[in-house]
Nanobody, 126 residues
Framework: QVQLQESGPGLVKPWQTLSLTCTVS??????????WGWIRQPPGKDLEWMGV???????YYSPSLKSRMSIFRDLPKNQFTLQLLSVAPEDTAVYYC??????????????????WGQGTQVIVSS
């Protein structure tokens, strides 16, 4: 059973960089079995697909976020990290990390993903 756990700051000031880490247990990221991604849900809005990193390190990002975001892997620690630059209040959301056996780009239906983290709330405010 794969478990995902998000961690990071709950409050970030505008224009700062947001870094969230997803710690994976129950599976080795090096095994190449899953794609690792991030999805977020702003208050009162639908889920928004952000991006994904493959087991080989290839990345796919939402066009609307591509200029500001990166996903990094730390294979020895079995973690992957979302970095979002120059955050604004519009980036306030619950952020989820995900795992899927197939590559999913753009879709947020929960049934498509094999595993989800519990989510972490991020508020962007001065």
């Amino acid at each position: 059973q794969v478990q995902l756990q998000e961690s990071g700051p709950g409050l970030v000031k505008p224009w700062q960089t947001l870094s969230l880490t997803c710690t994976v247990s129950g599976a080795s990221m090096s095994a190449g079995l899953y794609y690792w991604g991030w999805i977020r849900q702003p208050p009162g809005k639908d889920l928004e697909w952000m991006g994904v990193v493959s087991y080989s390190g290839s990345t796919y990002y939402s066009p609307s976020l591509k200029s500001r975001m990166s996903i990094f892997r730390d294979l020895p620690k079995n973690q992957f990290t979302l970095q979002l630059l120059s955050v604004a209040p519009e980036d306030t959301a619950v952020y989820y990390c995900t795992a899927s056996k197939g590559l999913i780009v753009g879709a947020t239906e929960k049934v498509l993903y094999d595993y989800w983290g519990q989510g972490t709330q991020v508020i962007v405010s001065s």
